[in-house]
């Protein structure tokens, strides 16, 4: 998408553009069979997604850190939308234990699972490390999620198998993984305090969103399993995920306010990605403003895609202490 298509919100191959809303996306589409999970779903563009897409009557499970937001914001839907299937699971993304523990609860339920979104995440975080001793945004943004699609994935394909369903996984990662460290990943200092940057660790995690949906896919496709995944860029949006730098994005939204998005449109790439049956087989692709668009080098690595698998098992198992 060129920086015209970008500020104009004129459309892409796919119809859509930086202007689309999430609405405008997945109108027309009768989801009533699908159940999905949407991490980071009580706020920001979390939350606009859970909205359409219970709209477009997906059954959505909001994973959440802070249960009393996410059930007030579960409670603000219910009034615009009666008929909306939503249900509430605690989630904090940056600890192993928690992650597990949502797992089994959603799996306890014994409900199917068509969509799992990767949401949540934090964002310029000051260095600190999780409760396992992981470095915070590498923890939340993709451990944790990696840990939660490998705890869900053979429900996916059950479900998938059995209702003919293609499944989808959708990473929020964004066009920050081009700003990352210099080797892309840096396995031998993860958690290294020296040399940490706040935004290269965040550029580090959104490639590893990346990575991680290219290497699903090789193991999808060698496995013959019916189960997309991509990542999506939703662009720039103001949202409580800028906590840790909001003068910062004030500053830089005033010099560059024709770029930025609300939060329907920056929940649109999601939603479309999701559920549009235009990218039905679509998988290990990266997409902006509703559309495919080239990732950077680190990103199509396919060497470093496995690399990045296994160290994420071994991290996990090594880290974990039951």
């Not at 909205?51 to 850190?65: D, E, P, Q, T, W």
């Not at 969509?115 to 949540?120: F, R």
């Not at 909001?246 to 770029?259: E, K, T, V, W, Y």
Request: contains cysteine.
């Amino acid at each position: 998408m060129s920086i015209i298509s970008l500020v104009t919100g004129w459309p892409g191959p796919s119809g859509f553009g930086s202007a689309s809303t999430a609405e405008e996306v997945s109108e027309g589409i009768d989801a009533a069979n699908l159940t999905a999970i949407v991490t980071g779903g009580a706020s920001g563009i979390g939350l606009e997604t859970v909205r359409v897409l219970a709209m477009r009557k997906v059954h959505v499970i909001i994973g959440a850190r802070n249960l009393e937001a996410a059930n007030k914001a579960k409670q603000q839907l219910l009034e615009q939308n009666p008929a909306a299937k939503l249900d509430v699971l605690k989630l904090d993304l940056s600890s192993i234990k928690s992650t597990t523990e949502f797992a089994h609860n959603f799996l306890a339920l014994n409900l199917p699972l068509n969509i799992l979104i990767n949401n949540a995440g934090v964002m310029f975080c000051p260095f600190q490390l999780s409760e396992d001793g992981i470095e915070l945004q590498f923890a939340t943004n993709h451990l944790g999620h990696f840990l939660l699609t490998n705890l869900l994935l053979e429900k996916m394909k059950s479900t998938a198998k059995s209702t003919g369903i293609e499944g989808r996984i959708v990473n929020l990662s964004s066009i920050a993984h081009v700003h990352t460290y210099g080797d892309g990943i840096r396995f031998n200092k993860i958690n290294d305090k020296n040399g940490y940057s706040d935004k290269r660790a965040y550029g580090q995690s959104k490639l590893a969103n990346i990575l991680h949906v290219k290497e699903l896919t090789r193991r999808f496709q060698e496995e013959g399993v019916n189960i997309t995944a991509n990542a999506v860029h939703p662009g720039l949006i103001m949202t409580p995920l800028m906590r840790h730098s909001m003068l910062l994005m004030r500053l830089l939204q005033a010099f560059s306010f024709f770029i930025w998005k609300n939060v329907p449109q920056g929940a649109a790439t999601t939603c479309y990605v999701a559920l549009h049956p235009s990218l039905k087989g679509v998988s290990g692709k990266y997409f902006l403003d509703c559309n495919e668009k080239r990732a950077s080098s680190y990103a199509r690595d396919e060497t470093l895609a496995k690399r990045l698998w296994d160290f994420s098992k071994n991290l996990i198992n090594s880290s974990y202490k039951v």
